[in-house]
C-alpha cells in the first residue's frame, strides 16, 4: 500500500482518496444542494473515474450520512468538553462558558459546509432529514447534561427548567452562528466581521446577564 504524507500526517492513498470524496461531497451539497449535486459532479471534480465513487460509498445518499455523522460525532464532542468536574464560583461558570463556546464557533468557522448543511438544509431525502434532526436533538442533550451538571454543583439553582435552559441555549447558539456565517445581516452591520473570540464573549455576555449585558 502506497503511503503519503498530508499535513504532518501519515495516510494510506485509500484513506486520502476517501477524505478528498467527502470534502468534496459536503462542499457541493453545502453549495448547490443535495438533490442538485450528482456523483458525477463529485467524481469530476476529484478527477477520478465514476467507479472509483463506488469503491468507498454505496450511494449519494450514504457519502451524505456519513458526513453528519462524522460532523456530528466531532461537534458533540466539542459539546461534551462543558460537563464540569468540579464546580465553581460564577465567574468560573461564565469563563468555562465563554471558552466552551468559542470552541463551537472555532468549530463552526473550520467546518463551515457542514454547518450550514445543519442550519440551513432543507428538501433532502427523508434519512439525511432524520439524521440533521437527530444531530441537532443529541447537540440539545448534551447541554442539557451540561446544565444539568453545574445544577448538580450547585453552581446553578435546583429550581431551573432544564428542558427550557437546554433548549433557549440552543436556539440561541443556532442562530448565532447561522447570522455570523451566513447571514443575513443588516447593510450596516458588522457581525460577520467579528472573530471567534468576540462573538464568544458577546454571545456568553447575553447568555448569562440579558440585553442589560452587566
Known sequence: MIIITRKDQVV????????????IAVERFAKYGYQNTKISDIVNQAGVAQG????????????????IQSGRERLLEVIRKGYRS??????DMVQGSQRLLADIFRFAQENKDFMELLLRGT??????????RDTRIEMEEAF????????????LPASL??????????????????????????????LNERSVEEMAAETVRFEFFGLLGI
Open 12 to 23: 494510506t492513498r485509500r484513506d486520502w482518496r476517501r477524505s478528498q470524496l467527502l470534502e
Open 52 to 67: 472509483t465513487f463506488y469503491w468507498y460509498f454505496k450511494s449519494k445518499e450514504m457519502i451524505a450520512l456519513e458526513i
Open 86 to 91: 468540579e464546580g465553581g464560583s460564577v465567574q
Open 123 to 132: 428538501g433532502e431525502e427523508e434519512a439525511i432529514r432524520n439524521a440533521f
Open 144 to 155: 442539557r447534561s451540561n446544565i444539568e451538571r453545574a445544577v448538580e454543583l450547585g453552581m
Open 161 to 190: 427548567d432544564l428542558d427550557m435552559r437546554a433548549a433557549l441555549l440552543m436556539s440561541l447558539i443556532e442562530g448565532t452562528v447561522a447570522r455570523w456565517l451566513f447571514g443575513p445581516n443588516p447593510s450596516n452591520s458588522k
